[in-house]
């Protein structure tokens, strides 16, 4: 019997061969949904803009509501020329001192507010997000995955609260409920009272795209193997189905935030948001309308932050939803 003959070279041949093996190894859904999300390099720009808008609001509300050492209300009459109204210095009063300009007539820097208001606008619209993104979860999935009578009713309550117009209403309560209610007063009322009406009554858009993927999940085969292992109801719901609807969600959040941002900002702009002296982006859009012909560098400043900051959260959320997506190549 002859012993192997040892082929030149095959050892050598094993090593890399081994090493490309791990090289290759398998990667998870959130692994691949990350490399596909690095390489938008438009949506990282996006995210890194919404990080930055993030810590400062984190900072505004501790420097201004913890410390008080934002000089939003800190007037500079002496900036002002007193026959027209309007900075005395060009391009609104921009200066080392005040990097975006001042106010007319009262000279407060324009800097300090659009930092203080920032903390107000993204609280309101995370909020707002999460109370429509929570109650429209659990009634989609309730109405996808039960059918019938359940989700006949609840599609009709979308349908009603779609219907219902909603800056109407909002306006006529913001207008009669007092300055202290529920325990609250002051701008702490405002802001509950704005998160109410833009959480509650925009959960149905929500809820229909759940109830839509839910429709389609639960006829998967993986709920088929749950059911068939006697698996309870909740189980299927709370550990099988949603689950899988992390990806539509956290998309839709991502699209739901700067639409909450510009809704915030409309109600403040119409004066039944958070009251001055408080500033908002909305509140400060408003006060420039009557300025806008002497003084454009008023309503430019308000205006840049919400677009900004709206059109961030924009292309993140589309380069999430192109990084998610399983038929994505």
């Known amino acids: 019997m002859t012993a192997p003959m040892d082929v030149p070279g095959a050892a050598a041949r094993a090593v890399p061969e081994a090493v490309f ?24 720009a996006g995210g890194a803009v919404i ?10 509300g501790i420097l201004d509501r913890g410390f008080g050492v934002i000089p939003v209300g800190t007037f500079h ?38 930092f203080a208001g920032s903390w107000i606008s993204l609280l309101i619209a995370f909020v707002a997000t999460m109370l429509s993104v929570a109650i429209g979860t659990l009634l989609g999935v309730l109405a996808g995955y039960f059918g ?32 202290r209610a529920f325990g609250l007063s002051g701008d702490l009322l405002r802001i509950a009272l704005l998160i109410f009406i833009i959480g509650f009554f925009n959960w149905p858009y929500v809820g229909r795209i ?36 992390t990806a539509p969600i956290l998309v839709y959040s991502t699209l739901l935030i700067p639409t909450n941002i510009l809704f915030e900002a409309a109600l403040s702009f119409l004066g039944v948001g958070v009251r001055p002296p408080t500033p908002t982006w909305g509140g400060m859009l408003s006060d420039a309308t009557h ?3 002497i003084d454009p ?5 308000p205006g840049l932050a919400i677009f900004v900051t709206v059109l961030a959260f ?3 959320g589309d380069g999430l939803r192109d990084a998610l997506d399983p038929r994505a190549r």
Not at 51 to 60: G, R, S, Y
Not at 217 to 229: G, M, P, V, W
Not at 297 to 301: D, G, H, S, T, Y
């Open 210 to 245: 759940i109830r839509g993927q839910t429709l389609s999940l639960r006829e998967r085969e993986f709920i088929d193997a749950a059911r068939s292992l006697g698996a309870r109801q909740s189980h299927i719901l709370f550990r099988e189905l949603l689950p899988n609807l």
């Open 314 to 316: 924009n292309l993140f």
């Open 297 to 301: 560098e008023f309503m430019l400043v």
């Open 291 to 293: 300025y806008y012909q």
């Open 21 to 44: 093996t791990r090289a290759i190894g398998a990667r998870s859904l959130r692994q691949i949904s990350w490399l596909r999300l690095k390489r938008d390099r438009v949506a990282m």
């Open 77 to 114: 009459q002496d900036l002002i020329d007193p026959d027209l109204q309007i900075p005395k210095a060009p391009f609104g009063g921009i200066s080392p001192s005040h990097l975006l300009g001042i106010e007319p007539t009262n000279g407060r820097d324009l800097l300090a507010r659009i």
């Open 148 to 179: 019938g009578w359940v989700d006949t009713l609840i599609s009709r309550l979308m349908d009603v609260f779609l219907a219902f117009p909603l800056l109407v209403f909002a306006l006529a309560l913001a207008g009669v409920v007092p300055d």
């Open 51 to 60: 990080l930055l808008l993030v810590v400062t609001a984190i900072l505004a």
